[in-house]
């Protein structure tokens, strides 16, 4: 599976970006699958994830009531919606990928996923 990440950019402090990421050489509609960022001098962490329909979603208490994770399966895509974004947010944002179908235990950690994508910047300005 390769992962195409993209969407990210330069957005002033309360500005919207809608991330994109493209799955190709499997298909995704049985596969949960997550955003995940890694900021400077920080851990990766969690962001968001989403079971193999759009019923399950789930995301770190940081983003919670501001990004929205969806998934069109028949473009092989999911999506990460930030609003408000604040400049803590700047970060690499990845899209990851989980082989084992029907899965979400453990959704919220790295290791749990097989496959990632190149990551796109996204940067908050104050």
């Known amino acids: 599976v390769q992962l195409q990440a993209s969407g990210g950019g330069l957005v002033q402090a309360g500005g919207s970006l809608r991330l994109s990421c493209v799955a190709s050489?499997?298909?995704?509609?049985?596969?949960?699958m997550a955003w995940f960022r890694q900021a400077p001098g920080r851990e990766r962490e969690f962001v968001a994830a989403?079971?193999?329909?759009?019923?399950?979603?789930y995301y770190a208490d940081s983003v919670q009531g501001r990004f929205t994770i969806s998934r069109d399966n028949a473009r092989n895509t999911i999506y990460l919606q930030m609003n408000s974004l604040k400049p803590e947010d700047t970060a690499v944002y990845y899209c990851?990928?989980?082989?084992?179908?029907?899965?979400?235990?453990?959704?919220?950690?790295?290791?749990?996923?097989?496959?990632w994508g190149q990551g796109t910047q996204v940067t908050v300005s104050s």
């Open positions: 990851a990928y989980r082989e084992q179908t029907y899965s979400m235990g453990l959704i919220q950690y790295g290791h749990s996923y097989n496959y």
């Open positions: 050489g499997r298909t995704i509609s049985e596969n949960s």
């Open positions: 989403i079971a193999w329909t759009n019923i399950n979603t």
